[in-house]
């Protein structure tokens, strides 16, 4: 009965109150209220749950803007290997003992602050041994010219990291680049800590030398080949989305040109590398002559070391004859190149670059007999050694513009 009565009257509550809504609806003001409540939480809900935007990917102008990205990568992996050769031929490589990849990006700012680095600079061999009396305005010199080259480096691994991923997020990579943007950023850290294994290697003490201290070659040129290896990687990369790959007939002499072009590629980059041996064990000193070397065509001492592999690698004669007959090789192998395309039509920006490949190879060879015979200056080392990249670059180009269609 209890339970009963209640139902009744909850019942009869429920209607009489949905009637009394019903009839005060009938207001105007009510009615307008009403509109503009459900007006808002119409925009509400909207705001709240927006509809999920539609994902980027890879076109024709996203592809743009990752060539030119990876194209001013390049460039500023260029800025670091120049400024790593004048580092090198100032000697200011091993001024900084340390390594510290945040602490270190703050130099000395005290007087008490420049003596504790200098403390430590005078405890290494480059001090003890050639370095005995310089002063702190010296050290200061060769410090900055290091970090400097240090901080490059730094700036070098920002401008791949950062905006790959903020492209990754926008959805610009396809499954290919982003492999390829993978490598490129792990090989610039690799970079940074082969760079740091090759300082180590001057600064270890050698009872038994009294040579003048200097970084292992085989590390110089590790860390030069592995910054060559990265800039060719980014400069290719950057100009295949740049630029479309022309539609050329395959031909057999096409084919053969690609050919040359490629080994001719090859060549400039192991002479390239092989200028790191040059500058590690200071070759360019033992010869200034051209085109002899001293009174000879091949000099006596060439074979000098046990076994005779060694003498590639140690020998100062025997680096700098090789990196002549390299260098000679190369002005050879692009003559013939450009002499090859002579015969066949291309189109204007592939015959550009071939032009401008064999330009650049004269300029660069002048280059190289000027240093020698001016028993290695170091502003137009520095140029030299620029000028192999800007060889090297052009040779790269070359092969861009004579790549096949992709199918």
């Known amino acids: 009965m209890l339970l009963s009565s209640v139902r009744t009257a909850i019942f009869c509550g429920c209607r009489n109150a949905g009637k009394g809504f019903q009839n005060n609806s009938r207001s105007p003001q009510l009615r307008q209220w009403l509109v503009k409540r459900g007006q808002s939480t119409i925009t509400v809900e909207a705001g709240a749950s927006p509809a ?11 592809n743009r803007i990752l060539g030119r990205w990876l194209v001013g990568c390049s460039g500023l992996v260029v800025g670091a290997v120049v400024l790593g050769g004048v580092t090198r031929l100032t000697e200011s490589g091993l001024s900084m003992v340390d390594w510290h990849l945040v602490r270190e990006m703050k130099p000395p700012q005290t007087q008490a602050e420049w003596e504790a680095e200098f403390s430590k600079y005078q405890q290494f061999p480059e001090f003890k041994i050639m370095n005995h009396d310089m002063t702190l305005s010296e050290f200061k010199f060769i410090f900055f010219m290091e970090w400097g080259h240090r901080m490059w480096g730094r700036l070098v691994g920002l401008a791949y990291v950062l905006p790959t991923i903020y492209f990754w997020r926008k959805g610009y990579f396809n499954r290919s680049m982003k492999g390829k943007v ?3 950023c792990g090989f610039v850290f690799f970079q940074g800590l082969l760079g740091w294994y090759m300082v180590k290697s001057g600064l270890e003490e050698k009872p038994e030398s009294y040579d003048i201290p200097r970084v292992s070659q085989y590390r110089l040129s590790a860390h030069l080949g592995s910054a060559l290896l990265l800039y060719c990687a980014s400069l290719w990369t950057g100009l295949t989305l740049l630029r479309p790959a022309h539609k050329l007939a395959e031909t057999k002499n096409l084919l053969q ?19 790191a041996f040059v500058a590690g064990l200071d070759a360019g ?13 091949v000099p006596d001492d060439l074979l000098a070391f046990s076994p005779a592999l060694k003498n590639f690698f140690e020998n100062p004669t025997t680096v700098q004859f090789d990196h002549r007959i390299l260098a000679i090789s190369s002005l050879t192998a692009i ?7 002579r015969r066949m039509v291309l189109p204007r920006r592939a015959r550009m670059a071939i032009n401008l490949l064999t330009t650049m190879a004269y300029a660069q060879v002048a280059l190289g007999i000027s240093t020698l015979l001016l028993y290695v200056p170091t502003p137009l080392a520095a140029t030299h050694q620029s000028g192999s990249v800007a060889l090297l670059s052009l040779a790269i180009w070359v092969l861009a513009e004579l790549r096949k269609m992709p199918k």
């Not at 040109?257 to 002479?271: C, D, P």
């Not at 033992?286 to 065509?297: D, H, L, Q, T």
Request: glycine content about 14%; overall charge positive.
């Open 335 to 341: 003559t013939g190149l450009y002499l090859f395309s």
């Open 52 to 62: 999920p935007a539609a994902v980027t990917v890879p076109s024709a102008a996203t």
């Open 285 to 297: 000193l033992v010869y200034n002559s051209f085109p002899k070397m001293g009174e000879r065509w």
């Open 257 to 275: 040109l690609r050919r040359f072009a490629k080994g001719t590629g090859g060549l400039v980059f192991l002479t390239a590398l092989s200028g």
């Open 182 to 184: 993978l490598g490129l």
